[in-house]
C-alpha cells in the first residue's frame, strides 16, 4: 500500500466515524448520550435581540460551532406568576403557553411530547419545536420552562434540527452552572 492510499484509507475512516457520530447526534441514542456535557460549556453572553413585552427583557448567549457542534443561540428569562403555583408546568399545553417561542414567531409546533426536565431544584418541561420565521428560513428551537413557586425560568435554544437533544444538554448543563442559578435565584427572588 502506497502513501497516498493508506491516507485515503484514514480518510474514509475519519469520514465514517464523524458519519456514525452524526447519526448519534440525530437521536439514535447511546451510552456517551446520557451523560451531560461539562457546565464550561463555552456560552458568550450576546445582546438581548427581541422587542420588549410585557415580561421584559433576558439574558442571550450564544455557542459557537467549535464548542458546541454547532452554532446555538440560547435565551433565558423570568416570567413571575405565570405557572400554575401548585403544579408548575404540567404538560405540554402549558408549556406551549408559558415557553418564549413567540418571540419568534406565533406560528409554532412542537415535534415531540414534551418530556420532564430539571435544574437544580427547579423541575419543569422541554419540547423541541419547528418555528415558522416570517421572511426567513424555518428554525428549530428548544423551548424549556422551569417551575419555582409561581414564576418561571424560561429557557429557548435555538439550534439546528438534528442538533436538539445536544442543544438540550448543553443549556442544561450551561442553566445548572453556578452563575447562572445565582442570576436566575435573584431574578425568582429566592
Known amino acids: 500500500m502506497n ?19 452524526s447519526g448519534l447526534a440525530a437521536g439514535q441514542s447511546s451510552a ?6 461539562p457546565a464550561a460549556t463555552m456560552w458568550t453572553e450576546i445582546r438581548w435581540p427581541f422587542r420588549i413585552d410585557e415580561w ?11 464548542d458546541c457542534g454547532s452554532d446555538m443561540a440560547l435565551y433565558l428569562r423570568v416570567k413571575a406568576g405565570s405557572c400554575n403555583c401548585a403544579t ?7 408549556l406551549d403557553r408559558v415557553a418564549d417561542l413567540a418571540l419568534f414567531s406565533d406560528s409554532f ?4 411530547a414534551g418530556r420532564p426536565v430539571a435544574v437544580d431544584d427547579m423541575a ?16 428549530t428551537a428548544v423551548g ?13 435554544v435555538v439550534a439546528d434540527r438534528d442538533r436538539l437533544a445536544a442543544a438540550e444538554r448543553n443549556a442544561l448543563a450551561f442553566l445548572n452552572a ?3 442559578l445565582r442570576w436566575a435565584r435573584t431574578e425568582l427572588g429566592s
Request: net charge positive; hydrophobic share 50%; glycine share 10%.
Open 3 to 21: 502513501r497516498r492510499s493508506g491516507g485515503a484509507l484514514v480518510a474514509l475512516g475519519l469520514v465514517a466515524a464523524l458519519m456514525l457520530a
Open 32 to 37: 456517551a448520550d446520557a451523560t451531560p456535557p
Open 56 to 66: 421584559g427583557t433576558g439574558r442571550a448567549f450564544a455557542c459557537k460551532a467549535v
Open 88 to 94: 408548575g408546568v404540567a404538560d405540554d399545553d402549558d
Open 109 to 112: 409546533v412542537g415535534l415531540a
Open 124 to 139: 419543569g418541561r422541554s419540547r423541541p419545536y419547528q418555528v415558522s420565521l416570517p421572511l426567513w428560513r424555518s428554525q
Open 144 to 156: 424549556m420552562v422551569l417551575h419555582a413557586k409561581c414564576d418561571a425560568l424560561v429557557a429557548t
Open 178 to 180: 453556578a452563575p447562572v
